[in-house]
């Protein structure tokens, strides 16, 4: 079925950068692509970006153009989203995801709270 | 940017009661690539519906998607006491990629 984990919570101060990995396992780890998605507080899911596991060719939201790194590694079954130039309106849940096209984005990491606070 | 409008915001149920949620878009979604997700306080998204219809892994059939172009419905038959979430659709062919603002469901 597959299962993605996510490192721990982070907090962070304006202007500093986080990095947060999506371990997979239970699955073949090149067949899908990773998406990350964040929830800022109240509020809904947010797409972030996109890597092909296979390939690594990236899509990100021009929103994050900027300022994000998605890459995996693909000895050790992971992947990482890393943002810079944090601000504190990046607070929010960052969650990885099991993407592919026709399926959607079936399993999803349990979640990594990023904090942003001076 | 593909706008997926969803309504309504809160439908305030009681257990056995037949859910109808819509997924409004901007503009059509190529190939139905229209997916419905539950979220529950302090979880992850769980994926129900992938391709405005397809049942994902260990859904039961009391939840069902229909729709194409750029109108989508997701039916619940029967509430259960587990059903209480928010719902959101996310349109996942078009980059951006995006998600609906969600509906809340909640117990009356």
């Known amino acids: 079925q597959g299962q993605l984990e996510q490192s721990g919570p982070a907090v962070k101060k304006p202007g500093a950068s986080v990095k947060v990995s999506c371990k997979a396992s239970n699955y073949t780890f090149r067949v899908y692509g990773i998406s990350w998605v964040r929830q800022a507080p109240g509020q809904g899911p947010e797409w972030m970006g996109w890597?092909?596991?296979?390939?690594?060719?990236?899509n990100y939201a021009q929103k994050f153009q900027d300022r994000v790194t998605m890459n995996v590694d693909t000895l050790t079954n992971t992947a990482y989203m890393e943002m810079r130039s944090l601000r504190s309106d990046d607070t929010a849940v960052y969650f990885c995801?099991?993407?592919?096209?026709?399926?959607?984005?079936?399993?999803w990491g349990q979640g990594t709270v990023v904090i942003v606070s001076s | 940017e593909i706008v997926l409008t969803q309504s309504p915001g809160t439908l305030s149920l009681s257990p056995g009661e037949r859910v109808t949620l819509s997924c409004r878009a901007s503009?059509?979604?190529?190939?139905?690539?229209l997916a419905w997700y539950q979220q529950k306080p302090g979880q992850a998204p769980r994926l129900l519906i992938f391709r405005a219809s397809s049942r994902a892994t260990g859904i039961p059939d009391r939840f069902s998607g229909s729709g194409s172009g750029t109108d989508f419905t997701l039916t619940i038959s029967k509430l259960e006491p587990e059903d209480f979430a928010v719902y959101y659709c996310q349109q996942y062919i078009t980059s951006p990629l995006t998600f609906g603002g969600g509906t809340k469901v909640e117990i009356k």
């Open positions: 995801a099991r993407s592919s096209l026709p399926d959607g984005f079936d399993v």
């Open positions: 503009q059509s979604i190529h190939g139905d690539y």
């Open positions: 890597t092909s596991v296979n390939s690594g060719e990236t």
